[in-house]
């Protein structure tokens, strides 16, 4: 559309992209599905800078990224001078994991950021633990199903996730959560609230750590905490009536 002000709004359909060659990606970051997905996003970023509004509806059968394939994929996008709109973006990662995403794309002062709604639900979380880590010796942290709904801000600088519901097994855990990596003017900061009737802190951890891969954290010297567990492990041991308000 042409006139005072121009738009393009486009649908596109593919039975298969290969996103590995697409986005020009060595073998190693193809290995590492995290590095591949922040490349993807980056390019979404740079790709705002068209100088007219752009509205796609993608629909593909299959997706290449990372060195796996995502099926089903399909997304709703406004692309504009400020970033991209992420009105829909439901795939089917591996794992037999349904992964649905809304939210806003956009270049801020310290880097790429995100900010919206991720649901993820993972029927064999090892399939996709081992898509993400490209290890397998983590698979024991997730044996049975997870569901993992949150809204989530993704920055260079700092993450945050809010209204957290997880259901990892039998746990149940909600809460929030937002961590900020050290800078000159202020220390790592952790800020959060978890609550849970039963939790094993020792899986989580090592299902965080396996998800992050070579993510490095500062330990956080500024750190506000409130904790109601009515069951935790610890280091192998078991806590009961946890409940702790710290800062």
Do not use: C, H
Not at 158 to 166: F, G, N, V, W
Request: proline share 5%; hydrophobic share 45%; glycine share 8%.
């Amino acid at each position: 559309t042409f006139g005072r002000q121009p738009e393009v709004n486009g649908v596109l359909s593919s039975p298969q992209i290969d996103l590995d060659r697409v986005l020009g990606l060595p073998e190693a970051t193809r290995r590492r599905p995290l590095v591949a997905i922040k490349t993807l996003a980056e390019s979404f970023i740079a790709a705002s800078r068209l100088p007219v509004p752009t509205t796609l509806s993608l629909n593909v059968e299959n997706v290449t990224l990372g060195g796996a394939m995502l099926a089903r994929v399909g997304a709703d996008l406004k692309v504009d001078a400020d970033g991209v709109d992420i009105r829909r973006l439901e795939l089917r990662a591996p794992g037999v994991t349904q992964v649905r995403v809304s939210g806003r794309l956009r270049n801020a002062a310290t880097g790429g950021r995100f900010e919206g709604t991720t649901r993820i639900e993972a029927n064999d979380p090892r399939g996709l633990i081992a898509w993400l880590t490209d290890r397998t010796e983590q698979q024991a942290a997730a044996v049975g199903p997870w569901r993992l709904g949150a809204d989530v801000t993704l920055g260079t600088d700092s993450i945050a996730i809010e209204r957290l519901k997880l259901e990892l097994d039998r746990l149940n855990v909600d809460g929030r959560m937002a961590y900020a990596w050290a800078s000159e003017e202020r220390p790592a900061r952790l800020d959060a609230a978890i609550n849970a009737p039963e939790i094993d802190l020792d899986r989580i951890n090592t299902l965080g750590k396996a998800l992050l891969g070579d993510a490095t954290f500062d330990w956080p010297r500024d750190v506000t905490l409130s904790l109601k567990v009515g069951r935790a492990i610890v280091a192998g041991l078991e806590a009961k009536q946890t409940d702790v308000n710290m800062r």
